[in-house]
């Protein structure tokens, strides 16, 4: 399996401020994926990190607010935009290794960001 | 919609025991079955995943699916309180490589 850091681990920022994630992967990998997951709740989905292209976003996400990355196979970022307190979450990116009969998700370890 | 259904819980079983874990989903065309552990505080990792009918077996872990009746469940032999967790399941339906998600099964293993 891929082995996944991010960075940063946890961050607190102001209302109207930016913060970019960055997730790199130890292995290169055919898909990456960006998750929100807030207090007691399940996973979110926001995007998938496309190399070279532009990401595809969920319904509910959009490029403006959470432009993402994927300049090569090990690498993404996320960066959340104009944050408010409603941003304070968990963001996990993951990476899909394998054929294309595999579609096993391995996870970073999250960011954890408090808006104020 | 898509939809995967677990059982919130907590599901609470004494040290030793089996923990029975269970996991329905709509999409009939579903072709990759997962179940991740997420910790308190940390991001899930995957235990087991499971491709055809039938039982799966790793260690004290066996998956088990059934795609006739839509459902795959996990069974977690001589629980330990280290098992204690919240245990998520999660399925590949189409050929967008996206995963469906239930909301996680809280699982507590008392000494």
């Known amino acids: 399996s891929a082995v996944i850091s991010q960075k940063p681990s946890r961050d607190i920022c102001q209302r109207g401020t930016s913060l970019t994630i960055q997730c790199q992967v130890d292995s290169q990998v055919t898909m990456m994926f960006w998750y929100r997951q807030q207090p007691g709740q399940s996973l979110t989905l926001i995007a998938t990190a496309n190399q070279g292209s532009e990401a595809t976003y969920e319904s509910g996400f959009v490029i403006d607010k959470f432009p993402i990355s994927r300049p090569n196979l090990t690498f993404s970022t996320l960066t959340v935009s104009n944050m408010s307190p409603e941003d304070s979450s968990i963001y996990l990116c993951?990476?899909?290794?394998?054929?294309?009969?595999?579609?096993?998700?391995?996870f970073g370890p999250g960011t954890r960001l408090t808006v104020l | 919609q898509k939809e995967v259904e677990q059982n919130s819980g907590p599901l609470s079983v004494p040290e030793g025991a089996i923990a029975s874990l269970n996991c329905t989903y709509s999409?009939?065309?579903?072709?990759?079955f997962f179940w991740y552990r997420q910790y308190s505080g940390k991001s899930p990792e995957l235990i087991m995943s499971i491709y055809s009918n039938g039982d799966k077996e790793d260690g004290r872990f066996t998956a088990q699916l059934n795609k006739a009746s839509q459902y795959v469940s996990l069974l977690i032999r001589d629980s330990q309180p280290s098992d204690s967790a919240t245990y998520l399941c999660a399925v590949n339906t189409g050929n967008n490589r996206k995963l469906i998600w239930g909301l996680g099964t809280s699982l507590a293993v008392n000494p």
């Open positions: 999409d009939r065309v579903s072709q990759s």
């Open positions: 993951t990476g899909l290794a394998g054929g294309p009969s595999y579609n096993e998700q391995f």
